[in-house]
């Protein structure tokens, strides 16, 4: 049978019998292999090809943050020598300053220094108090209320000679006023606080560096 003998527009597909596919037409018969061969690549597309594909797509992004995370970590790496220069030099300047919080027993002692710095910058002394201790993280603070007499220049030589003490202090509300019209005395109210180490509240690398006994 040639081509121009079959009238498609005749043409039922009710009438195909599948159990006698292999006396179809010739026409018919590439018809159906065609539509057979577009529905298997169609299906093999969305079963196989499709997944493959995005699994290609996750790989791609994958390889991506891998590259990324990889130039993070070499930079890490050859940033890792500085690093632990300056935590060396960080745990020094640590131990440095641990050293320098009076322990229980000192306190006593500083306040005397204070004290004995007062009387000798040439100051009078009004009011000397210490308070209660405020429990902070590792350490404990120490404030002490003090009010003084004296020059400006003795007050100013006053606060350089506290900042030079081997304990450190620290001074925050400060007033100053005069003490009469016609005078050139001053009296200078402040708070001065001391730092105490905690013994007993150690933490990671405190006993290491400068913690006192």
């Not at 930079?75 to 322990?103: D, I, N, V």
């Amino acid at each position: 049978m040639k081509w121009s003998d079959l009238n498609l527009k005749d043409f039922d597909l009710r009438d195909l019998n599948f159990r006698e596919s292999a006396s179809w037409p010739p026409p018919i018969k590439i018809v159906f292999g065609g539509l057979i061969v577009v529905m298997t690549v169609l299906l093999g597309y969305f079963l196989v090809i499709s997944g493959e594909i995005s699994n290609l797509h996750q790989e791609q992004r994958r390889e991506v943050q891998l590259k990324q995370q990889f130039e993070q970590k070499a930079l890490l790496a050859a940033a890792l020598p500085a690093f632990k220069k300056q935590l060396k030099e960080m745990q020094q300047t640590y131990g440095q300053l641990l050293h320098q919080l009076p322990s229980r027993d000192e306190i006593p002692v500083l306040l005397r220094d204070i004290s004995t710095t007062a009387q000798m910058d040439g100051l009078k002394q009004r009011l000397f108090k210490p308070t209660s201790p405020l429990r902070k993280n590792f350490y404990a603070e120490q404030p002490i209320v003090m009010e003084y007499v004296g020059t400006y220049h003795q007050l100013g030589k006053f606060v350089g000679d506290l900042s030079a003490l081997p304990r450190i202090v620290t001074l925050s509300n400060i007033v100053i006023k005069p003490t009469a019209k016609e005078s050139n005395l001053l009296s200078m109210q402040v708070t001065g606080v001391t730092y105490r180490y905690l013994q007993h509240r150690r933490f990671s690398g405190a006993s290491k560096v400068g913690a006192h006994p």
